[in-house]
């Protein structure tokens, strides 16, 4: 096992766990500020992919899709909250989860409607395809690499956006203490809208990211989805940071997991069974860590209620 | 308005004489779907233990229904094949007998269960929902890892398993088994609310604190409760399994588990026939909008949603004119 394999496995985590924090912020902002378990988080990721592939198959402008992707995702998510999640901060947990299971049910197969079942192919654009010369003679693909600053810069950027900015500080407000703020004369359902666009935004510039380098389908939300409730469940519920560390620790257990245990199994079984065994046991790696952050801590790292 | 106990009955009733007409019709396909229907009721039933009266809602009892299911296409699988099973220390014969897999089914699930409940009731409320969603996912993953049993193509069992004194080939006789292993359930879970433990139980759930100052654990009334349902579940996934002859991960999936819930809600959280007849209307629906049309989930979706926004005791609340034991 070479050193250039682990680093490139290694920049390969890190780039599924920061395409894993754009959800997982969105979420956990939207826990944290509404009290809102989502589960049609991931029909948003599929929205931006859809929106993406479609503007991408038009135009053949990659910008121009990354553009269409968060749009729609942000106009999708504002028109959900009016419509539907708006009726639902008050509800119990159980009604919160059955009205955003059906909103995927709608969503997928309204998807499915009008795309069809066969996924869609968004391509990388040509000025970012193949690979890269990293210091230490690594070959690595470009795009990947500008996944990891896109999500790096989004993680700078929400920092700034909830730490120095107005609205930032109404966000941090509405999670304290939200009749408060509306006393004081803020719009807090208007703020709710914009914080579940902004969520939303999120989740479909990432489905557009990772659909470029992964194919367009129905139902490709979901998997992601449970993943990023992993992230926020180790992180803690309604943090930001929590969520940052969380996705990379996820990202990192999943690529490496996947890599490193048959690798480690074949040490003391025969090749057959060690791949079998390891690669069964890399499948269950994240659980077996939120199971150990769950034992150690019951919030999760940053979690401050439960 | 009518009384909650007539529409049970009536409800119990109709999953009689349906069947009983399709066969006198001679309409095979009707008990089958009916069958249907009667597993995915027994499912629902456990989990409404744990949702419905301890007011845990576990989004991954999937784990539970793959679980029986799995143990179920294994113990056939080695049976059929010839091959002993090796568990480290032990080596058994599979078996094609139906009381020890829905034995096994049981035990299997209450272990995970135990397993999974200790660790989630860590947790309360959205974590809850959420870890026990990525447990069920835990196992989703493992099972189409795991190539031995097929992986992702999941096993096949050439025969239905038999019950001894009947042929399990017949339809109706195999209806009459899973009609029994319903009404069972019911009875437990009727059984259960009127018991001390269950009326600790459903305080427990309104009102942790109380409980715990009368000197009860209430962490560990929830565990036994999530025990005693994921059990049900367990044995409904083997007798599942047991329908198609086939166990593939999708018993393990995400969607299972918000289905069952859904049955529930369909029907009304905390009723006792709740989740049969969500289960009785799940399948009409889905195989009346099935045949007209490909994207009935988008219906169902729409249903699902006017429930939750406006009728929020589901049709038994509907029909009794009362919201329900709890909201």
Same mark, same amino acid.
């Given at each position: 096992m070479s050193t250039i394999l682990i680093i490139e496995q290694i920049l390969n985590g890190l780039q599924s766990g920061i395409m894993l924090f754009l959800m997982a912020a969105g979420l956990t902002l939207i826990f944290g500020v509404m009290g809102l378990i989502n589960l049609a988080h991931g029909s948003l990721y599929m929205v931006g992919a859809f929106a993406a592939a479609a503007v991408a198959g038009a135009t053949g402008s990659f910008l121009l899709a990354l553009v269409a992707a968060l749009a729609a995702a942000a106009l999708a998510g504002a028109i959900v909250e009016m419509v539907v999640?708006?009726?639902?901060?008050? &509800?119990?947990h159980l009604d919160q989860v059955l009205a955003t299971f059906a909103l995927i049910l709608i969503f997928s197969e309204g998807t499915r409607w009008i795309f069809g079942s066969f996924p869609l192919f968004l391509d990388v654009p040509s000025y970012l395809s193949g690979p890269i010369r990293l210091p230490g003679g690594i070959q690595y693909p470009l795009y990947r690499l500008v996944l990891i600053g896109v999500g790096l810069s989004v993680a700078i950027g929400l920092w700034w956006l909830t730490a120095r900015t107005r609205i930032g500080i109404q966000i941090r407000a509405g999670e304290n203490d939200r009749e408060m703020i509306a006393a004081l004369g803020v719009d807090i359902s208007k703020l709710y809208t914009i914080v579940f666009a902004l969520g939303a935004a999120l989740a479909g510039l990432a489905g557009a990211l990772v659909g470029a380098i992964q194919s367009v389908q129905v139902g490709m939300g979901e998997p992601v989805l449970i993943l990023a409730f992993v992230v926020i469940v180790i992180g803690g519920i309604g943090s930001i940071k929590g969520a940052f560390i969380g996705a990379i620790l996820v990202g990192l257990t999943d690529t490496l997991g996947g890599i490193f245990l048959p690798q480690l199994f074949k040490l003391f079984m025969e090749t057959g069974a060690a791949t079998q065994t390891g690669s069964a046991l890399a499948s269950m790696a994240v659980y077996v860590l939120m199971s150990l952050v769950l034992i150690w801590r019951p919030t999760g790292l940053f979690g401050a209620r439960a | 308005m009518i009384r909650e106990s007539y529409i049970n009955w009536i409800v119990l009733a109709g999953f009689l004489v349906v069947p009983l007409w399709a066969l006198s019709a001679d309409e095979p396909f009707t008990i089958t779907l009916a069958t249907r229907a009667v597993l995915l009721a027994l499912a629902a039933v456990g989990l409404n233990i744990a949702l419905g009266i301890g007011g845990l809602v576990s989004l991954g009892h999937a784990a539970f229904f793959g679980l029986g299911g799995y143990a179920m296409g294994i113990l056939a699988h080695h049976a059929q094949t010839f091959t002993p099973l090796e568990l480290g220390m032990f080596t058994i014969a599979g078996t094609k007998s139906m009381p020890i897999i829905w034995l096994t089914a049981i035990i299997v699930s209450a272990l995970a269960a135990f397993v999974i409940g200790l660790l989630s009731l860590r947790t309360t409320g959205v974590y809850f929902i959420m870890i026990t969603l990525a447990f069920g996912q835990m196992f989703f993953f493992f099972s189409i890892s795991w190539? &031995?049993?097929?992986?992702?193509?999941g096993l096949s069992i050439y025969v239905r398993n038999g019950f001894p004194?009947?042929?399990?080939?017949v339809p109706i006789q195999f209806f009459g088994l899973c009609f029994t292993a319903l009404c069972a359930a019911l009875f437990v879970h009727w059984k259960l609310r009127k018991s001390p433990f269950g009326l600790a139980l459903n305080a427990a759930r309104q009102s942790p604190a109380r409980v715990e100052t009368v000197g009860l654990n209430p962490v560990r009334l929830k565990l036994l409760a999530f025990v005693i349902s994921g059990a049900i579940t367990g044995l409904a996934g083997a007798l599942f399994a047991d329908l198609n002859r086939f166990v593939s991960p999708t018993m393990f999936s995400w969607q299972l588990s918000g289905e069952l819930i859904v049955l529930i809600i369909i029907g009304g959280v905390g009723r006792l026939m709740g989740p049969v007849i969500g289960a009785a209307l799940f399948v009409t629906l889905e195989h009346f909008l099935g045949a007209f049309t490909d994207f009935w989930h988008v219906w169902l979706g729409v249903i699902l949603l006017l429930i939750v926004l406006f009728a929020r005791g589901g049709v038994v609340g509907i029909l009794t004119g009362k919201a329900g034991p709890h909201v």
């Open positions: 999640i708006r009726r639902l901060y008050k &509800a119990p | 190539s &031995a049993y097929g992986g992702e193509d004194g009947l042929n399990t080939l």
